[in-house]
């Protein structure tokens, strides 16, 4: 059973390696990592969330509720337009053991590049919430986390809250 890390668990700032083999186990994860991400309302979760150190991910289209399953993801572009928009983590709780939510800058869109469970290899340019959602989650396999791209007074503002909750 898989176990969800939190802010302060260094897990979450190791850079992950790539997948070489989808195993049955990769599988087995890849699923439990859904039934994580929809039990905790969440529409995204990195492998390091849960303690692998493995280039792989799970996120939802909130829209139509898509699920993705994705495998050495790699953002081929990012476009010049930038968006705000509130972000949470699942490893990120205030003293309410909820997400603690913060303004982000990012791309407007990206394109997308992955291996899915069936070792097919796709691609997708994907725009609004689905393109922060895999920006998001491919920063945590690169040790990133939102809160990183916050100003240090908005960033404390947000820790006093993860503190909390500890």
């Known amino acids: 059973m898989l176990q969800m890390k939190l802010c ?3 897990v979450l700032r190791e850079k992950c ?4 083999e989808i195993t049955p186990e990769i599988l087995d994860i890849l699923d439990e990592m859904v039934g994580m991400m ?3 309302s969440g ?3 990195a492998a390091p969330q849960v303690g692998q150190l493995k280039r792989f991910l799970v996120m939802m289209n909130p829209d139509d509720e898509q699920i993705f399953k994705m495998i050495n993801p790699k ?3 990012r476009s010049a337009d930038t968006c705000m928009m509130e972000e949470g983590c699942l490893s990120v709780l205030g003293p309410d053991n909820l997400p603690v939510y913060a303004n982000v800058t ?3 869109s990206v394109d997308v590049e992955w291996t899915d469970e069936n070792g097919q290899q796709l691609r997708a340019q994907m725009s ?5 959602i895999v920006q998001h989650e491919t920063d945590h396999l690169d040790g990133i986390l939102f809160i990183d791209y916050l100003s240090p007074v908005r960033r404390e503002m947000v820790m006093r809250k993860v503190r909390k909750h500890k």
Do not use: K, M, S, Y
Not at 128 to 132: H, Q, S, T
């Open 8 to 10: 302060g668990d260094l």
């Open 17 to 20: 390696e790539p997948v070489t």
């Open 38 to 40: 929809r039990d905790q």
């Open 43 to 45: 529409v995204g979760l």
């Open 75 to 77: 953002i081929i572009t």
């Open 106 to 108: 990012r791309p407007a």
């Open 128 to 132: 609004g919430l689905p393109a922060r």
